[in-house]
């Protein structure tokens, strides 16, 4: 589904590659005695924009391809559609976070800081993570939706009529864009670009997130991180797995009161959520965890800059990851999707 490029991991990472670059320390930017997690942050920053470009290669070809298969005649449904969506989500924000590993990952270590920290690219990482943020939240409440449509679903007794399933679907993909609009409304104005003049006279840029850093009680600034850690990261979490709950215990029930024709209905319907519930497993172990850390930054002081910082990478990696995860799910799980996608390879290959 997600992946989210971590709210203000990438801004932050700058300034970890500004110290770098000036010859300091990691004792010099660590407080406290998490010195072992910013080494292993440090140590892993040289490897992270190779590994995140090809991942981000490799989910942004695999998201073409599931657009292309679910959208073919045989697999058009009301819940492959919000499976497209979420490609489409998910592809806007591996697009966007190409140019930011291209960026401030794989560069020229002897860059000046002036070019490093230059105002159109401070901009962009700016204009990044706003849209990444965006876009994830997007994918985010679209699983959502499919995890309540196929709650619904699991609920009539009767076949569905296409047309009602049709105005289900619009109506949740509907809710899952004003949520995630709504909820990232805030977060553009937590953040502005801030000029600093170096001993040598040279300028940089950077994005000044003190607010935050500091735990400033501005309204503003609380709310953001609040609505980031509850409803972008912690109330999807809950939702998504009391839904997938509520699933097998429907399935269940159904099973033993209906009659054959209705039991089989049930189990294929059952088949189906099975890709969902490791969509949902899957999302668990990607987002949870970066959400409950985020909310304890809000009242344990020092563990923003502490552990939430040298761990931005490895939560960027994660939620790259759960872009691209979807794909392999796909043609580990869905006969359907694995037939219609080797015709699809078959036919462009006798082609050429």
């Known amino acids: 589904m997600e992946a989210q490029v971590t709210e203000n991991a990438s801004d932050y990472r700058m300034y970890f590659e500004e110290f770098r670059n000036d010859n300091h320390s990691v004792e010099d930017v660590q407080v406290g005695e998490q010195i072992w997690l910013s ?13 995140s470009l090809v991942i981000c290669i490799c989910g942004i070809l695999a998201n073409i391809v599931n657009i292309f298969v679910l959208n073919t005649k045989e697999l058009r449904s009301s819940s492959n559609a919000i499976l497209t969506l979420i490609a489409v989500s998910d592809n806007i924000t591996m697009l966007m976070y190409i140019p930011q590993v291209l960026l401030f990952n794989i560069h020229d270590a002897n860059m000046p800081l002036s ?67 709504a909820s990232s409304v805030p977060n553009s104005f937590t953040n502005r670009i801030e000029a600093h003049t170096l001993e040598n006279n040279e300028t940089i840029y950077t994005i000044d997130s003190t607010a935050l850093v500091t735990n400033d009680p ?28 509520a699933l097998v215990h429907s399935l269940h029930k159904r099973s033993k009161r209906f009659s054959f024709a209705n039991r089989k209905r049930s189990v294929l319907l059952g088949r189906t959520n099975r890709l969902l519930y490791a969509i949902v497993v899957l999302f668990l172990i990607t987002e ?65």
């Open 39 to 51: 080494k292993i942050a440090t140590g892993y920053m040289t490897y992270h924009g190779y590994v």
């Open 115 to 181: 070019q490093y920290f230059s105002y159109n690219r401070v901009v962009y990482s700016l204009v990044a993570s706003k849209v990444t943020l965006a876009s994830h939240n997007v994918s985010v409440w679209l699983g959502v939706s499919l995890a309540v449509f196929r709650f619904m679903q699991s609920r009539s007794r009767h076949h569905i009529p296409r047309s009602r399933r049709n105005l289900q679907t619009v109506a949740l993909v509907c809710s899952a864009f004003l949520i995630s609009i």
């Open 218 to 245: 501005q309204i503003l600034v609380d709310t953001n991180v609040l609505l980031y850690a509850i409803v972008g990261k912690l109330l999807p979490c809950v939702l998504m797995a009391m839904l997938v709950g």
């Open 288 to 352: 949870l965890p970066q959400g409950l850390l985020v909310l304890m930054c809000v009242f344990i002081s020092g563990l923003y800059e502490n552990v939430y910082i040298p761990l931005g990478d490895f939560f960027d990696v994660l939620a790259l990851i759960n872009c691209v995860v979807n794909f392999v799910l796909y043609c580990i799980m869905s006969s359907k999707f694995r037939n219609k996608f080797k015709i699809l390879c078959c036919r462009h290959v006798l082609r050429k």
